[in-house]
């Protein structure tokens, strides 16, 4: 491709005589010497100032990307033609080298030729379709790979690519596809090599792309299995032998093997199959004799040090090869397989279940010494730590352990951490090769994420993430394509790309949430906040250790239980022994963590203590006791307890605030509703507290502002009803219904006392779980003794009550009980008929629960969905963590015995309800899936695309009788699930049901209608047409399942009813048994086109579904049109010609023969199986003459009536005796015009009118749409077009105006009526514009007649111009413009109700139409009323193409349109009508009217629509009055109104516009604040005079712009002259305008000015804040407010003090500098700006991280001595093509400059922003710490008095957080060292930098360290 364009562009030149052609010589393919050729010869470049700019210029010019590098002094060695250029100098950018500057002369000899070499087109190279050193040969170019064309190609060439790719050589080459063929371009063909070149692309070829090739000719090779640079010398020590690893090439030492190549598969990166290549493809070894000896040399071969097992039994699957090697007996110290001895090579008795495997030492043997033993020091280290580092050499082995005995133990990657988060989440990082590194997330999911954790030491993963969640790392990236099953104990064991095989970056690192190992904790043994302190860890409870337990530790305990702090931390096991493991000792917390697990202990279950030593804690809040009195648990009246006694809170005030506090405070999530006037009745005691007011945030009551003095009474008792604390109940010891009564209360389960418990208190706890009610109440541990706290005791339920703790109780957790009093109920097991009566024994109680009923949805018998039934619907379950565990206990639960498989991704399509479970985690021994671990129900982070699925055995468990079991102790459901139809369509069949793992047929034996019934609604029909015997449908030839079926029809599947046994029959084949099933899809109707044509429709589901149009023909097309009641089709459409439906595709690859009656007896897909998208939908066109079905004079008898039930087409409007076919599909208009006219029904053979009785604009509106028109403008009656002279056929027409057609809406029946002719309704069409029709004193002679072509629209343009279409056969088309003039345009437009034409187009101006050519040759002679009266060749009879469409332009009747009263772009909008100018009423004016007058104009849009007469009162008529433009519209007579001079207004109300005239303006020549103003005006920039230019005008521009204000308004081109049209002069502006084209002026364009005249501006470039608000501009400010730029904060982000991502302030946000052209001089800049003396680096694509703000600076080109960003060259503010990943950065000179005043500046005229600008956290953590400012060089503090919340926002919105979460003081991060620069801050809150906040001045304090302020950021 490159070649050709070369030649091209060569020749080209070398005719016109500008360029030399150019090659290389004397080197490779893209290194050489430069040589021209010129007059018939080649010849050399001197190098006199031959660099790598001329060198890019010659690589480019022959096609390599760039130069990598410049050569002289005859590098390639001399040339011998003449010496062609010299003293070339080229600026990079040119073509060709002749076009830089050179000189045709030159001083040179040869030794001085130039020479290049060029960066190398080809130099990726892979081998894909094979292995690691076979495969298809491909090259990467132009950003994809490609092949090489096997033309030519043998070993020399196949010896390039292997040493290209790092092997010594090749082996074999390989043509014709024999590794596959590839799918990307063909890039090279007729390579030959020499064998001496480095690469392919050195070789001589055709050209890249050039070739005659197809991927069958494809190139491959085989290369010799180790590379070069990895074979010894015979001197090389082998301890310089490389250590590559796992998967390392394997190389045959002492000879040639013939199977050199062994690898691992069916398992993991060290275990799996042992398969060797053998005759060009993979073959097994078989296990006979396979022991540890053979399995250490097949390990040694791939690099591993040796074997840990030797599989046999094909324990990682079959192969599928040969079986090359049996009998193998290794000795153990052979270098490959084939040094072993065997039987030959394929020679063996074996199958593949007796593939050998092995499990390979998972460290390469270069890692660990090779001789000796582990010495008790080594041990000690190799156990203490987990991955090998540099000691492990100096440790010299001795006589303990053998070292090959302890190998296996180490892991290449068994070091994982987690960095960027805390203790249980954060990026994952592997160990490798001495660094960390990450991996990619390409792939990872939560298996992968479980293996992470685990090897860490967790339990499992609560999230995988991606996208470097935890922040981007900067190691290598280490694994990619992590594939882990989940049960691995360390990523290496998973299946991955290979180690640092990846194609990602940084921005793609993988990370882990893990569950936090000891986030629950308990306190037992005591009460609700003291007690012994338990952890849970490994599935059970355990103790802290006392040793060094104090206050801090205890501290941490109860902020993690939810208490403000602890009162004492107890020890010696003051509240009992505990029992379970003692998980932490010697515990030092600072009392900062969040739990347990982040303070410093000795390791998990590490210690030396006995439980005598276990920890406890007092826990309190720092408020006064309350309660809720009066109410139920979480209701009542709010009473704290104070002195001794409880007392209430006043309700002044009183609201949801305070009550979420007194909610929170009692342990409940929130309040519901804040209760006053003492709601839950008055209280006794004191009034305590009154005047509450808290914000929400407190912990307690008393947090909050109040008075301790009150002056109310009890009637205002305050009160509260909390969010229900107990929400989740469970029942525990029992079944799904029934059980021990727990409720999850402070973390855990607690039971509930059976004081008081009756039936009451138990319906209560049923109806919380979804039961109707409960059946007992159960008492005194019915069901077991519980385990955990008694949280609730004296229930007294009214019954009315939604859950437990809204009845009256004692208290959460006070109570007077033991265990032994546990309460339990019985619940009333939904549905009804599965409880048992009353003399059925318990043990046959159902132990189903909530979750009871479980089905399989979308698919099969034994497959699908799964959904569980909850709160009366069908629910689905989230794939989450869903595996085989979880499915079998699906499967069991449904009656078979296991599962196949979890499926997962809505396998089975995506259900509708809601999702019920989420993280199912089962052990897969419960019985019902509610038994099992899971997130809640209904709690989930899911869609339904997650939606879980099975496969289950097909075969049922126990469900199969023995001889002995009765029938009725049989199940009823799951032996015959499947049942399918054959040899039929998709409603009819041969009966074949599922059977011991196949199909087979059932008997006719007795077959009857019933026993179809049963089959057809178990396959979701609603019944059976037919039952047919005989095998009617074919015999099947399965076995015979079913015999002497004896159905009773009330049964759910065949199974159930009577039959002779499972295959117990007496029949053959012949008598197989069929149905016909009433048809699933009976309703078909056509969408988006007319009466008898469009998209078809098919009802399926209670929703309208389409069909795809694969393999759709004539013949399905017929059996719709009959289904529909048409006699035929005419077409089959495709490709969504109607439109594209909205609803489900339910039938694909639809196969008719054409006789069916309905579509779902045709052959499919399946329903809603298919492969396609909306734009397949199919269509039809149907004849348009109903079938016989309709008798053709009369009424509708009873017979008829009966016909039309019985068949598929019918509707509920039988009952009003019409018929459901579209009988009347067929309407015109008659009398009038295109778009008016009596309206006609084609009816019987004839056209029949309509009775205008009723006759509204309803039902005009439906014919109108019914025509192809939007509505009807009016309904007409009275037969004002005309008697018409037919039948009268409708009569009380009654539409709702939504109707398709007339015939769907209501009247009294065909041809009955009580009218008469002059009667007949008419209709007026929209049809632009609305007042074209005749008045009426129009006489009827020049009304137009109907003819075949009555219907005219223009398309592809306006509402008065476009390409002309006429309607005929159903469809649009278009009329070709041979002979088309201005005479035959009049017709169309006075055809359309224009007056004339203005003009006639041709050659498809306005687009070529899609549909047929209906005319040509017109030749109109001006007179006619419509096209078809006109001369033409005949319809459809033409020889053109749709590139000769004709096209016209009307007259319109209000085209001309202006502005009065106002200037060129403003003014009163006047009309031209009746030959007078007249105006428009303001009624309802608004801007989309005047958008559409200003396009009108040729504006772009309108900046105002103005009303009441701004523009003076107009003197003409008023011409339009309620004017209603949708705003698209092209005129304004396009628009609704209220009709031509119809108007209820006076010219006080006429309307008027303000158009938009300039939609860009600029500042140019200056920099980013100031500069010349230019203007965007027709398309091009344009410039505006100075005459009368003043800072009224200026401020208009710099606020369009988007500044404050303008600071100068300039004259005399002060910033150069410009190039472009002068568009204003004397503007004249008052200073409010939003936009200069506002402001008065002389016109557009109008001008007597010359380019000296040019005006500018210079705008303010500070917010407002920073100026004074009173008083005038100094000189010294103005001069202070000119050295600054509106770029003038900048700050560096994502990095240090003195390094990070450049970032600029602009229009109130951060935003971001692309590194396009970003070098040194910008860095520097932007360094001295922020106060560095100089910039060390400046750095590209985001090395900082990617900014999230807008992107502001692009192509930034500073000479280096600006001294702000903004004066620097740029594309302009926020012009670039760029995105986040290119923000540049830099590093500054860590040392500020002395930038700062000197003594003798004034402060007023310093700069109040930038001093300050660099502030860090330190002593702390990335977001909290003590705050330090950089000033005079050094970090110094700010002092802590008056510092606060408001303070803090200011320094964490400035470091980038979101806000302040606290404002500390006393140095609470440690003291500072440095100087305390602030003191006294005061902030507002809204300042973004902390010296914009009011203090007492730079290192102005009285203050000490110990006042160091701090602050906390919110973290995101």
Same mark, same amino acid.
């Given at each position: ?115 290049? !070499? ?112 990895? $074979? ?101 110290? =052979? ?111 939560? +298996? ?24 981007? *790392?900067?190691? @290598? ?107 932490? +000792? ?19 279950? =590490? ?237 046959? $109680? ?34 989450? $963590? ?169 049964? +759910? ?45 098919? &009802? ?54 054409? +006789? ?29 003459? /109903? ?55 084609? &009816? ?18 439906? %014919? ?10 009016? *309904? ?34 065909? =041809? ?21 029709? /005749? ?8 009304? @137009? ?31 070709? !413009? ?88 403003? *003014? ?84 008027? %516009? ?31 005079? !100075? ?36 568009? $204003? ?148 503010? =926020? ?142």
């Amino acid at each position: 491709m490159q070649l050709w364009w070369l030649l091209v562009v060569a020749c080209s030149v070398l005719i016109s005589g500008n360029a030399k052609l150019i090659r290389l010589a004397g080197g490779a393919g893209n290194t050489g010497r430069v040589e021209v050729y010129h007059n018939g010869q080649w010849g050399t470049v001197c190098d006199d100032g031959w660099g790598l700019e001329e060198a890019n210029v010659v690589c480019r010019q022959l096609g390599f990307e760039s130069a990598s590098w410049s050569r002289t002094m005859a590098h390639y060695g001399q040339g011998t033609g003449p010496i062609l250029l010299d003293d070339v100098v080229c600026d990079g950018s040119e073509t060709f080298l002749t076009q830089c500057s050179h000189s045709d002369t030159h001083d040179c000899q040869h030794t001085e030729d130039a020479g290049v !070499d060029c960066y190398s087109v080809l130099n990726n190279v892979r081998l894909a379709g094979g292995g690691g050193n076979y495969g298809r040969v491909e090259v990467y170019y132009n950003g994809q790979w490609g092949t090489v064309c096997d033309d030519g190609w043998d070993l020399i060439d196949a010896n390039v690519v292997c040493r290209q790719l790092g092997f010594e050589s090749a082996l074999e080459s390989k043509s014709s596809a024999f590794y596959g063929q590839g799918s990307g371009t063909i890039v090279l063909d007729d390579v030959d090599c020499t064998g001496d070149e480095d690469s392919l692309d050195q070789c001589r070829h055709n050209g890249l792309e050039e070739h005659n090739c197809v991927h069958y000719e494809d190139a491959g090779v085989v290369c010799s299995n180790t590379p070069n640079t990895l $074979l010894p010398t015979t001197d090389t020590p082998s301890s310089l032998l490389p250590t590559t690893g796992v998967w390392n090439n394997v190389r045959l030492a002492g000879g040639g093997g013939v199977l050199n190549n062994v690898r691992l598969a069916g398992g993991g990166g060290n275990y799996g199959r042992v398969e060797v290549y053998y005759n060009e493809q993979w073959g097994t070894v078989c296990d006979d004799g396979w022991d540890l000896n053979d399995a250490h040399v097949v390990c040694r071969q791939l690099g591993f040090e040796s074997a840990l097992e030797g599989n046999s039994n094909a324990m990682y699957g079959l192969g599928s090869g040969p079986i090359v090697l049996d009998d193998v007996d290794c000795t153990g110290d =052979e270098h490959s397989l084939d040094q072993c001895r065997h039987n030959g090579l394929e020679e063996h008795n074996c199958v593949h279940y007796e593939d050998a495997g092995v499990v390979c030492s998972n460290t390469p043997s270069t890692l660990l010494p090779t001789t000796g033993y582990i010495t008790e020091e080594l041990t000690t280290l190799l156990l203490s730590t987990s991955y090998f580092t540099e000691a492990l050499t100096t440790l010299l082995p001795s006589t303990k352990v053998p070292i090959r005995l302890w190998r296996w133990r180490v892991d290449i990657l068994n070091t994982v951490r987690l960095a960027g988060g805390g203790g249980n989440y954060g990026r994952v990082e592997v160990y490798y090769k001495g660094q960390w590194g990450t991996v990619c997330d390409d792939l990872w999911d939560s +298996d992968d994420a479980n293996v992470v954790c685990r090897q860490l030491g967790f339990e499992f993963a609560l999230e995988g993430n991606r996208n470097a969640l935890y922040g981007q *790392g900067s190691g @290598p990236i280490v694994l990619d394509d992590v594939e882990c099953t989940g049960d691995e104990d360390s990523l290496d064991q998973c299946r991955h790309n290979g180690l640092e095989e990846h194609n990602c970056g940084h921005h793609e690192d993988a990370g882990v949430v893990c569950q936090n190992i000891l986030n629950t904790v308990r306190l037992a043994g005591g009460g609700g906040n003291y007690g012994r302190v338990e952890v849970y860890y490994k599935g059970q409870w355990g103790t802290v250790c006392d040793d060094w337990w104090d206050s801090d530790d205890a501290n941490v305990v109860c902020r993690q239980l939810g208490f403000e702090f602890a009162l004492e931390g107890n020890r010696y096991a003051l509240y009992g022994q505990g029992s379970g493991p003692i998980v932490l +000792d010697d515990v030092e917390c600072t009392g900062d963590e969040d739990s347990l697990d982040q303070c410093r202990h000795n390791g998990l279950e =590490e210690h030396n203590c006995g439980h005598h030593e276990d920890a406890g804690v007092v826990c309190q809040s720092n408020a006064k006791e309350i309660r809720l009195a009066g109410g139920a648990g979480n209701t009542g009246r709010v009473e704290v307890y104070h002195n001794g006694q409880w007392g209430t809170v006043c309700d002044d005030g009183w609201g949801i605030e305070e009550a979420d506090v007194v909610c929170r405070q009692l342990g409940f999530e929130s309040a519901s509703w804040s209760r006053t006037k003492a709601h839950y009745g008055q209280g006794t005691g004191p009034i305590l507290l009154d005047d509450v007011v808290c914000d929400g945030s407190e912990t307690s009551l008393t947090q909050c502002s109040h008075s301790d003095t009150d002056n109310c009474q009890h009637t205002e008792d305050a009160g509260v009803d909390c969010y229900s604390v107990l929400n989740n109940v469970r029942l525990a010891g029992g079944g799904g219904n029934y059980g021990r009564v727990e409720v999850y209360y402070n973390g855990q389960w607690g039971t509930v006392c059976d004081d008081g418990w009756d039936l009451i208190d138990a319906n209560v706890v049923c109806r919380q779980l979804g039961f109707d009610s409960a059946l007992e109440s159960k008492s005194s541990a019915f069901y077991g003794q519980g385990s955990g706290t008694i949280v609730l005791d004296d229930v007294d339920c009214t019954g009315d009550e939604d859950s437990l703790d809204q009845c009256g109780h004692a208290g959460l957790e006070e109570h007077n009980c033991g265990h032994h009093e546990d309460a339990g109920v019985v619940c009333q097991n939904t549905p009804n008929t599965l409880l048992p009566t009353t003399d059925t024994p318990s043990s046959l $109680l159902p132990t189903t629960g909530v979750l009871n009923n479980v089905r399989l949805a979308g698919g099969g018998g034994n497959f699908g969905r799964v959904e569980v039934y909850y709160k009366g619907q069908w629910g689905t379950v989230c794939d989450d $963590l869903w595996d085989s565990d979880d499915a079998n206990v699906v499967c069991r639960q449904l009656g078979f015995e296991f599962a196949l498989e979890g499926n997962r991704n809505a396998l089975y399509g995506q259900g509708s309800g809601p999702i019920v479970l989420d993280d199912v985690e089962c052990t897969g021994d419960e019985d019902s899936l509610d038994q099992c671990r899971h997130n809640g129900l209904e709690e989930h982070n899911c869609g339904h695309y997650e939606d879980a699925g099975v496969v289950c055995s097909n075969t049922p468990n126990t469900l199969l009788p023995t001889t002995d079991t009765p029938n009725t102790l049989l199940p009823t459901t799951g032996v015959l699930n499947n049942v399918r139809l054959a040899g039929g369509g998709g409603n009819y069949g041969r009966v074949e049901v599922y059977y011991n793992g196949q199909w087979g047929t059932v008997c006719d034996d007795g077959w009857d209608l019933i026993d179809a019934n049963v089959v057809c609604r178990q396959l979701g029909f609603d019944s059976a047409l037919e039952y047919n015997s005989n095998a009617l449908y074919d015999q099947g030839s399965g076995p015979i399942v079913l015999d002497d079926v004896d159905c009773t029809g009330d049964e +759910d599947s065949l199974d159930q009813c009577g039959h002779a046994g499972l295959e117990k029959h007496n029949c053959g084949h012949h008598e197989d048994a069929g149905v016909v099933c009433n048809s699933v899809l009976n309703n078909v109707r056509l969408a988006g086109g007319g009466g008898h044509y469009g998209r078809v429709e098919v &009802y399926y589901k209670g929703q309208w579904g389409t069909v795809c149009d694969d393999l759709w023909d004539s013949d399905d097309a017929n059996v719709v049109c009959r289904q529909l009641g048409f006699e035929f089709a005419l077409e089959g459409n495709r490709d969504a010609l109607y439109g594209q439906g909205s609803g489900p595709i339910v039938l694909d690859d639809v196969e008719c023969t054409g +006789d069916e009656d309905s579509l779902d007896q045709c052959r499919h897909n399946g329903l809603e199986e298919h492969n396609c998208g909306h734009y397949e939908d199919a269509g039809v066109v149907c004849s348009n003459t /109903p079938s016989t079905l309709l008798p053709t004079t009369g009424y509708i008898t009873e017979e008829l009536t009966t016909l039309l039930l019985s068949t598929s087409y019918s509707t509920e409007a039988l009952t009003t005796l019409l018929p459901s076919t579209n009988i009347l599909n067929t309407v015109r208009l008659a009398g009038g015009g295109g778009n008016y006219g009596r309206v006609e029904v084609y &009816y019987k053979g004839q056209w029949g009118t309509v009775c205008d009785d009723l006759w509204d604009s309803d039902d005009a509106n439906v %014919v109108c749409r019914q025509l192809g028109f939007e509505f009807a403008l009016e *309904g007409n009656r009275n037969a004002l077009y005309g008697q018409g002279s037919g039948p009268i056929v409708l009569d009380d027409v009654e539409c709702t105006g939504d109707e398709d057609s007339l015939d769907q809406c209501r009247h009294n029946g065909l =041809e009955e009526h009580n009218c008469r002719h002059h009667e007949d309704a008419g209709v007026v069409c929209q049809n632009t514009p609305n007042t074209l029709l /005749p008045t009426t004193d129009t006489p009827s002679s020049l009304l @137009p007649t109907t003819g075949v072509l009555n219907n005219v629209r223009l398309a592809g343009g306006g509402g008065n111009y476009g390409r002309v279409e006429v309607y005929y056969n159903g469809q649009w088309g278009t009329v070709c !413009d041979d002979g088309w003039d201005l005479i035959d345009a009049n017709v169309v437009c006075r055809q359309l109700g224009f007056d004339s034409a203005l003009e006639y187009n041709s050659n498809a101006l306005y687009g070529q139409g899609s549909g047929p050519i209906m005319l040509d040759d017109v030749d109109c002679t001006g007179d006619e009323d419509s096209l078809d009266q006109c001369g033409h060749a005949g319809l459809e009879e033409h020889n053109c193409g749709h590139h000769e469409d004709a096209g016209v332009v009307c007259n319109s009747v209000l085209n001309n349109v202006r502005l009065a009263g106002g200037g060129g772009n403003y *003014g009163r909008v006047e009309v031209y009508y009746n030959e007078q100018w007249g105006t428009v009423c303001d009624d309802g004016w608004d801007l989309n009217d005047a958008h559409v007058v200003c396009r009108q104009l040729g504006f772009e849009s309108a900046l105002e629509g103005n009303s009441n007469a701004m523009y003076g009162l107009g003197s003409g008529p008023i011409v339009l009055d309620d004017v209603d433009c949708t705003g698209d519209e092209h005129s304004l007579d396009q628009c609704r109104h209220a009709g031509l001079e119809e108007d209820n207004c006076d010219h006080f109300e006429d309307a008027g %516009v303000v158009c938009r005239v300039f939609d860009n303006v600029r500042l140019a020549g200056g920099g980013g604040n100031y500069g010349r103003v230019e203007v965007h005006y027709n398309g091009q920039w344009g410039t505006v005079c !100075d005459d009368g230019w003043d800072l009224n005008d200026a401020h208009v521009i710099c606020r369009q712009l988007g500044f404050e204000f303008a600071l100068e308004g300039n004259s005399n081109a002060l910033y150069g002259q410009g190039s472009g049209p002068i568009v $204003l002069d004397n503007v004249n502006c008052m200073g409010d305008e939003d936009s200069l084209d506002q402001c008065r002026h002389n016109g557009l364009e109008e001008h007597n000015c010359v380019h000296y005249e040019d005006a500018g501006v210079v705008c303010s470039n500070t917010p407002s804040t920073l100026l004074p608000t009173t008083g005038y501009i100094t000189e010294e400010l103005t001069t202070l407010l000119l050295s600054t730029n509106i770029l003038n904060t900048v700050r560096l982000a994502g990095g240090g003090g003195n390094y990070g991502r450049v970032e600029v302030y602009y229009k109130g946000q951060w935003g971001t500098v692309c590194d396009d052209l970003w070098d040194s001089d910008d860095a520097n800049v932007v360094c001295r700006q922020l106060g560095f003396e100089f910039a060390l680096e400046g750095n590209r694509n985001a090395l900082y991280g990617q900014g999230s703000g807008p992107i502001v600076l692009d192509d930034v080109e500073c000479t280096g001595g600006e001294d702000s960003l903004d004066q620097c060259r740029h594309n302009g503010l =926020e012009e670039h093509n760029c995105r986040h990943h290119e923000d540049a950065g830099v590093v500054c000179q860590n040392t500020p400059n002395t930038l700062l005043p000197t003594t003798d500046t004034p402060s007023s005229l310093l700069p109040t922003t930038g001093v300050l600008n660099n502030v860090r956290l330190a002593g702390g953590g990335a977001n909290y710490g003590r705050v330090e400012v950089y000033y005079n060089g050094q970090w110094g503090t700010v002092c802590d008095d008056g510092w606060d919340v408001t303070d803090a926002n200011v320094v964490c919105r400035q470091l980038g957080f979101d806000s302040a979460k606290e404002g500390n003081s006393y140095a609470l991060y440690g003291q500072g060292s440095g100087p305390i620069v602030l003191d006294d801050v005061d902030c507002t809150g809204d300042e973004d930098f902390l010296d914009q906040c009011g203090h007492a001045g730079l290192e102005n304090h009285d203050c000490g360290h110990h006042e160091d302020a701090g602050v906390v950021c919110t973290v995101l």
